[in-house]
């Protein structure tokens, strides 16, 4: 007789998941989705992602779409089936970026003495474009998605009940507008657009529009997890830090510091709005069936990652990354053993 796992017999829980981007330090985030995958309780109605966040997200549900595609008959054991490997795409992909990480740093490694410069602009004052410095737009992690990464499979399943729902956040150079990419919209050129650093690579140009990282206009948008999905309860994962304890004063400092206020800004604005609603639904002055009640939580490991400096995002070795890792599940098992029984009660944001 086969005996399931405890975790595995609970009523699944309904949980969108959004998620920020901030280069490698969305190792902290694989950490996360890896200690509430192991659950393997939540179904994961909608994902909103920027960035590393979009990664994250779409490696995710490559995972459950390969659930999908076995088409397991009851429900439990497909949720448990997907989350194992959801969990197992999420530790090959980030792998993989380490293993390319440690190969284009490795001196005196011909295609390492090409990339780094171009690394380089977004934390000096070089006046070389990404056309200058990366006339081809060589991104090795192209390659890499598109060898991890089946996307018409995740569009053939997502919405289903088992994959979920992803929304893609880029910026519009032409715009300065968000723009979410989900559903057929949804591919390879959509998620390189959202970690599409100006001061490292060129604009994504996607149906004539062209598109830099989704950070700047939304880390990560919110919204459509509200108008496009059923659920209430949305879990940030925050990997770039509100606050500051000291002034920065090195020229390096000042710009990384206006990053993080410029990478939250849209982000504080949205939860403002969320929370005006909901405490104008609490007093009965909308129509609570006009308005949604959004419960938010959150996991933060910004002044965490803040510790190891601006530099860190564009580190990618294994033993870096997987440190990022452990501490990301650690955060994630102190929420869970805190708030477990919130989700679908009140918000703990």
Not at 258 to 277: D, K, Y
């Amino acid at each position: 007789m086969t005996v399931r796992n405890k975790k595995h017999t609970a009523k699944p829980q309904e949980l969108n998941l959004a998620l920020q981007g901030g280069g490698s330090h969305g190792a902290f985030t694989w950490g996360v989705l890896d200690a509430l995958l192991e659950e393997g309780v939540y179904r994961f109605e909608g994902i909103s992602g920027t960035s590393a966040g979009a990664m994250n997200a779409t490696v995710l549900a490559a995972g459950f779409a390969k659930a999908a595609d076995l088409h397991i008959p009851d429900e439990q054991e497909a949720l448990a089936k997907g989350s194992e490997l959801a969990r197992q795409t999420l530790r090959n992909f980030w792998e993989a970026v380490g293993t390319l990480g440690a190969f284009l740093t490795a001196s005196p490694s011909h295609l390492a003495a090409q990339w780094m410069p171009w690394l380089k602009p977004l934390m000096s004052s070089s006046p070389l474009s990404p056309a200058q410095t990366n006339p081809m737009d060589i991104n090795p992690l192209r390659s890499l998605l598109r060898q991890q990464v089946d996307f018409d499979l995740i569009k053939q399943y997502q919405g289903g009940g088992l994959v979920p729902r992803l929304f893609i956040g880029a910026t519009n150079v032409r715009t300065g507008r968000s723009k979410v990419f989900e559903s057929d919209d949804l591919g390879l050129d959509a998620l390189m657009a959202s970690a599409c650093l100006p001061q490292i690579f060129n604009a994504v140009e996607i149906d004539g529009e062209h598109y830099w990282d989704g950070g700047y206009s939304g880390n990560p948008a919110i919204y459509p997890l509200i108008y496009r999905t059923r659920a209430d309860d949305v879990l940030l994962v925050q990997i770039n830090p509100i606050e500051t304890e000291s002034v920065p004063k090195t020229m390096p400092e000042i710009l990384e510091r206006i990053n993080e206020v410029t990478f939250n800004a849209s982000l504080l604005s949205e939860l403002r709005a969320i929370e005006f609603v909901r405490r104008l639904l609490d007093e009965g002055r909308l129509d609570a069936s006009q308005y949604k009640s959004m419960r938010m939580h959150r996991i933060d490991g910004g002044a965490f990652l803040q510790t190891f400096g601006s530099d860190s995002k564009l580190r990618s070795d294994i033993g870096f990354l997987q440190k990022l890792f452990a501490r990301g599940r650690e955060s994630a098992q102190q929420w869970l053993q805190q708030h477990r029984e919130d989700i679908g009660v009140r918000s703990t944001l």
